[in-house]
């Protein structure tokens, strides 16, 4: 328990959830996702399933805002929409497999950055190659787009890599070289 004797058992265990839900907080912070959408996720991993007014009275928060955190966590499938028996009211529960959460918000990113940057060296390609097949660009601007052109043709290979890597994960090949520990 903690060092405060005044105390009860469930304050510890209350705060004993509050500091990893601000650790969560704090990491998703660290990949793109908002504090205050951490916090939701966080909140929610030590909750079997919520509605947007349970979330709300939990948190503080407004329900649009709310609503827009669930939102941004579902695109990342690390929250998925559940049905209550009985009510009509949407809820949601949070992933708590940290190795599914892994390879749902990872792979997203990832592939992401990938589709993004090679469609981006695709069309940045095919303008360089308009200056490098046109006789009348100087020498000066060729080399320039030539060297250009080749930077971003040894950057390909890192974006096909982590197509690949997300490929592992997905499939679940990434544990058979990495295989997951057990507690001990």
Same mark, same amino acid.
């Given at each position: ?7 009860? +058992? ?12 601000? @650790? ?37 928060? @407004?329900? +649009? ?10 695109? =990342? ?6 049905f ?49 097949d046109s ?22 290979? =890192? ?11 997905? @499939? ?6 990495? +295989?997951?520990? @057990?507690?001990?």
């Amino acid at each position: 328990m903690s060092n405060n004797y005044e105390e009860t +058992p469930q304050q510890t265990v209350e705060n004993a959830k509050a500091l990893v839900v601000d @650790s969560l907080a704090e990491t998703m912070d660290l990949y793109g996702v908002t504090r205050s959408a951490g916090t939701l996720y966080g909140t929610m991993y030590f909750e079997e399933d919520m509605t947007l007014d349970e979330m709300r009275e939990k948190l503080g928060m @407004s329900k +649009p805002s709310m609503s827009t955190g669930v939102k941004k966590l579902q695109n =990342y499938d690390i929250v998925k929409q559940t049905f209550r028996k009985g009510t009509r009211r949407q809820t949601f529960v949070a992933e708590k497999d940290f190795f599914n959460f892994f390879s749902n918000f990872f792979t997203k990113k990832w592939l992401r950055e990938a589709k993004i940057n090679m469609d981006a060296i695709k069309h940045a390609q095919m303008e360089l190659n308009s200056v490098l097949d046109s006789s009348e660009v100087d020498e000066e601007t060729k080399r320039e787009a030539e060297q250009i052109f080749q930077q971003l043709e040894e950057s390909k290979p =890192y974006y096909l890599w982590l197509q690949k890597l997300v490929n592992a994960i997905e @499939s679940g090949e990434i544990f058979d070289l990495l +295989p997951i520990d @057990s507690n001990e």
